[in-house]
């Protein structure tokens, strides 16, 4: 099975634009790309899906190149709540063994 | 309006015995999935169902079955535990199909011993 992978940690400040990347080169034409964030014992939560381009939303933006075989999550201004691991997903096509989590980047947000 | 919930929050169990893990949505939600999450890893899709009556598997299914008992409700069953089933179990729903948003529930932790 194709492997997403993502940076294994970040450090950023209250107040700094985060960008946090992730790899997805088998990624198939029906694929959506799906960003979920998640605290300690908690289930993942919804930030922002893509298909291609640039897609925005009051809480971040997703970018994503012509090739699709990257993608970026940017957080505008982090402040120490945006503290948590972010996964990239990726699927949407019919084969249900394909819809796969990447490996999950932690961020860390200093004051 | 509870979202999707699980039961139980935690359990124990000896290596052979079976448990069945609940889930609940109150969303009318079509798809309902159950992942598991290893220690410091991402989450793997065991199962996924589009609609009640249908199941699909996922990534790493052996060792599971699962029921679609109508549209609120989707069990997965251990029928007899390992200790490498020992993780945190999540379940989760979509409006429409794979790769729509969806929405988690608050994880069901299991040890095996």
């Known amino acids: 099975l194709a492997k997403i992978t993502q940076p294994i940690s970040m450090d950023s400040y209250e107040g700094q634009e985060v960008n946090i990347t992730c790899s997805h080169n088998?990624?198939?034409?029906?694929?959506?790309i799906t960003w979920y964030q998640q605290f300690p014992s908690q289930g993942p939560r919804f930030i922002i899906q893509?298909?291609?381009t640039k897609v925005t939303n009051e809480v971040a933006s997703l970018f994503i190149p012509a090739d699709r075989k990257s993608s970026t999550l940017s957080l505008p201004r982090v402040s120490l709540s945006d503290t948590a691991v972010y996964y990239c997903?990726?699927?949407?096509?019919?084969?249900?063994?394909?819809?796969?989590f990447g490996t999950g980047t932690r961020l860390q947000v200093f004051p | 309006n509870a979202g999707v919930t699980q039961t139980p929050k935690f359990q124990v169990l000896k290596t052979g015995q079976s448990m069945t893990l609940q889930c609940a949505q109150d969303?009318?939600?079509?798809?309902m999935y159950w992942y598991r999450q290893d220690p410091g890893m991402g989450l793997r899709l065991i199962y996924y169902?589009?609609?009640?009556?249908?199941?699909d598997k996922g990534e790493v299914p052996n060792g599971y079955n699962v029921s679609r008992l109508n549209k609120r409700e989707f069990s997965l069953r251990l029928e007899s535990a390992a200790p490498s089933q020992t993780s945190v179990y999540f379940c989760?729903?979509?409006?429409?199909?794979?790769?729509?948003?969806?929405?988690f529930g608050p994880g069901t932790r299991l040890l095996v011993l």
């Open positions: 989760a729903s979509s409006l429409g199909g794979v790769g729509e948003t969806q929405y």
């Open positions: 088998n990624i198939a034409t029906n694929d959506y």
């Open positions: 893509g298909y291609k």
């Open positions: 997903l990726v699927g949407g096509g019919y084969n249900t063994d394909k819809l796969i």
């Open positions: 969303m009318n939600h079509n798809s």
């Open positions: 169902s589009a609609s009640e009556g249908t199941t």
